[in-house]
């Protein structure tokens, strides 16, 4: 095993490289040594705002108003930018950052922040009787932290890249704001706490995560792991990390832990040890689509078989190979996948091994992971994955992503309902003057549709 060997890569050395050739200029920046750079809007004359340690407060315990802390950006406000903050803490409604605010007493543009379950949350904020929130992209991801989050966003036309700590998550593609200035945003009932802002002149590349790499020494499954995959029959799996390697144990059914990674041309790479149980259970490395329903096998057995499945493959006939280690010894596992050829590849402890009956896969490769299933306990080590060129995900309004995240809400029914299925509340006619604030959440209509990983059997279980 190597020690200390766990890393994540989201972003190719193409990129470091084009970043370091390419200086930005700062356009704005603030430590939060003072407030002077802020100027609170004519619609929230009740917050309260204060400066402690580079810290900068706002509270807004109004029952039905905004608070909202602006800053101009200038006659020339950018409309290439990367806008950075963090946001330290928040409690109550929606706070964030609303960037190409447009000019007007109440707020319009987009505003970025978090919400519960660790999602990134794009608002289109508009302003015509009553403030909105739309929640127009959102996202749920792994690299947030229970606090202080440094959000970025990144704009070149209308395409916007977003960060998360460091960490690129998404992309989507929207033309309702150009430019505009930069302010601090909350609803009603809300108190947040804002750390370091900066405004620069350049356009951030954002790539996906290209690879991931786990020797599993340290006794606790790695964040990025993902084990919403389930089956119907017999008791659930264990999954754990203990003495230097992972280990799956079935029970009866099987055991799944998967990586979100968008792969086309890639190697990958694990060992793999056939602990207990019978000789003829699968147990190997899977590719994974959309969900669970797009999977492929390549799988080996403790009595030296092989097979390589994808879905719809029903009863199969493994191949004998006495490459194979099997049952009580290691066997290096390898996956690959050239940029010239529709074929993957099979290897076992250096052996190409023939899969050709596999075919086309016709679906994209969203995940990686690891498997056994039928009554078996398998451990594995030093799992490595390198996807050989950058993959990136855009997300344009009329078109559909193709991810395992949940997609944008859309807001054409008049009923509103939280991720619980339960009515929260109805669009009705607005009020002359009023604004409308609303609980904290996310929420969807009757056309909206939460995408979840598929729970039940899948192709040779």
């Known amino acids: 095993m190597n020690r200390c060997r766990r890393y994540l890569s989201g972003v190719s050395a193409a990129l470091l490289i084009a970043a370091a050739s390419a200086p930005c200029a700062t356009v704005f920046s603030d430590d939060f040594k003072n407030a002077d750079n802020w100027r609170k809007s004519n619609a929230s004359a009740s917050a309260t705002a204060a400066v402690n340690g580079g810290s900068f407060t706002i509270d807004n315990m109004a029952g039905s108003s905004i608070a909202e802390y602006i800053h101009d950006l200038g ?7 990367t806008f950075s903050y963090t946001l330290k803490s928040k409690q109550g409604n929606i706070a964030g950052a609303l960037f190409c605010r447009q000019p007007d007493d109440y707020p319009s543009g987009y505003l970025l922040t978090t919400d519960s379950d660790n999602t990134i949350v794009i608002y289109k904020i508009t ?15 792994l690299d947030l932290n229970p606090a202080d989050n440094e959000l970025t966003v990144s704009k070149n036309g209308a395409t916007f890249n977003i960060f998360a700590n460091g960490e690129f998550q998404f992309s989507f593609s929207d033309n309702s704001y150009d430019a505009g200035d930069i302010s601090l945003l909350l609803f009603n009932s809300t108190k947040a706490v804002f750390g370091n802002v900066r405004v620069t002149d350049d356009f951030k590349s954002g790539s996906g995560r290209t690879s991931f790499s786990d020797d599993f020494d340290d006794g606790v499954i790695n964040k990025y792991w993902q084990q919403n995959i389930t089956s119907q029959s017999g008791p659930p799996p264990v999954i754990n990390e203990t003495g230097g390697k992972l280990r799956l144990t079935s029970n009866g059914s099987a055991a799944y832990i998967y990586v979100n990674i968008n792969l086309t ?16 259970s699968p147990y190997g490395v899977f590719l994974l689509g959309e969900n669970a329903s797009q999977m492929v096998k390549f799988l080996i057995m403790g009595g030296g078989y092989y097979a390589a499945l994808k879905p719809g493959t029903g009863s199969y006939i493994p191949k004998l190979d006495n490459i194979i280690n099997g049952s009580g010894k290691t066997d290096v596992l390898e996956i690959k996948k050239r940029e010239d050829s529709p074929k993957y590849e099979f290897i076992v402890n250096g052996k190409s091994l023939n899969i050709d009956d596999l075919g086309p896969i016709n679906f994209n490769i969203k995940g990686i992971g690891l498997f056994c299933q039928d009554t078996i306990s398998a451990a594995f080590d030093n799992f490595d994955v390198k996807q050989h060129y950058p993959v990136t995900s855009i997300r344009h309004n009329n078109n559909k992503q193709i991810s395992r995240a949940k997609p944008p809400l859309t807001a054409g029914g008049r ?7 339960r009515k929260r509340y109805s669009v009705a006619t607005p009020t002359a003057g009023r604004v409308q604030t609303r609980a904290a959440g996310i929420y969807v209509n009757k056309n909206g549709r939460d995408v979840a990983v598929k729970k039940g059997k899948v192709t040779g279980e």
């Not at 006659?75 to 930018?81: D, E, G, S, T, Y």
């Not at 015509?128 to 929640?135: L, R």
């Not at 041309?265 to 694990?270: C, E, I, P, R, W």
């Not at 009923?415 to 299925?421: I, S, T």
Request: aromatic fraction near 14%.
């Open 265 to 280: 041309d890639f190697d990958a790479k694990v060992e793999a040890s056939h602990l207990a149980g019978r000789a003829d």
């Open 75 to 81: 006659a020339n406000k950018p409309a290439v930018f």
């Open 127 to 141: 302003t015509t009787n009553q403030i909105n929130a739309e929640p127009i992209f959102y996202k749920t991801s």
């Open 415 to 421: 009923a509103f309902y939280d991720m619980r299925g």
